[in-house]
């Protein structure tokens, strides 16, 4: 912002209320959500093709099994960073070494281990 456009801000008068918005006891869209996903419908089951009534979030959780099981690697990935945890690639072993990637390829299982757990 510059100067000029901060001489222009003047502050509401008192009394002054708040114009727009949403109106009071209006859910957003979060609480929408959640509400209609635990609703339950009825769906053709991926794994049997039997039509079954679940809630959309057991839907999904089927649909991403069906995914994983025809080989979508995105899907296999979604599920095991929800039951294991996302992979990091943080290192966790003592910093402060110098040495280039052709160096550390040539170092040995247990020059490696020395090196990260001193």
Known sequence: MNKSSLNN??????????????????????????KLIYENFTYKNPLTNVEEKKSIVEWINLILVAQAIEGNMRAIEIIFDRLEGKVTTEFKGKVG????????????????????YG
């Open 9 to 34: 801000l003047v502050p509401f008068k008192k009394g002054h209320k708040k114009v727009g918005g949403r109106k009071k006891g209006t859910p957003n869209q979060t609480t929408l959500l959640k």
């Open 97 to 116: 070494v110098d040495l280039t990637v052709e160096e550390l390829e040539k170092m040995s299982d247990e020059e490696l281990k020395k090196i990260a």
